[in-house]
């Protein structure tokens, strides 16, 4: 059974860093497309950051520079998604998405099969 489990949200003041993290296990970690995604109250799910096997990581335009993905190799089945420079428009629950192809052809959430259950990010002085 597929299991993504988010953690390290949190509240934190504006200005602050936050490094989140995504344990995945009972799928072929090195074989998926994995990215990160976050809804606020009233929102659509927004697109944050996603990575393919090689390597290659995509961020909306407007998160470029203060958002950083990333995944462990070796056996470390985690994907991380560091945040820095946090704002207020950053709070939300954030979750990590999965699917199990090499390559991120698409940069939607509808491309991705697999969920985890999220973390919240809250930023506020």
């Known amino acids: 059974q597929v299991h993504l489990v988010e953690s390290g949200g949190g509240t934190v003041p504006p200005g602050g860093s936050l490094k989140l993290s995504c344990a995945a296990s009972g799928l072929t970690y090195s074989d998926q497309c994995m990215g990160w995604f976050r809804q606020s109250p009233g929102q659509e799910r927004e697109r944050v950051a996603q990575v393919d096997r090689p390597g290659r990581a995509w961020y909306p335009d407007a998160l470029k520079g203060r958002f950083t993905i990333s995944r462990g190799d070796n056996g470390n089945n985690t994907l991380y998604l560091q945040i820095d420079n946090l704002k207020p428009e950053d709070t939300g629950v954030y979750y990590c998405?999965?699917?199990?192809?090499?390559?991120?052809?698409?940069?939607?959430?509808?491309?991705?099969?697999?969920w985890g259950q999220g973390t919240q990010v809250t930023v506020s002085s």
């Open positions: 998405a999965a699917r199990a192809v090499r390559f991120c052809t698409h940069f939607a959430a509808e491309f991705f099969d697999t």
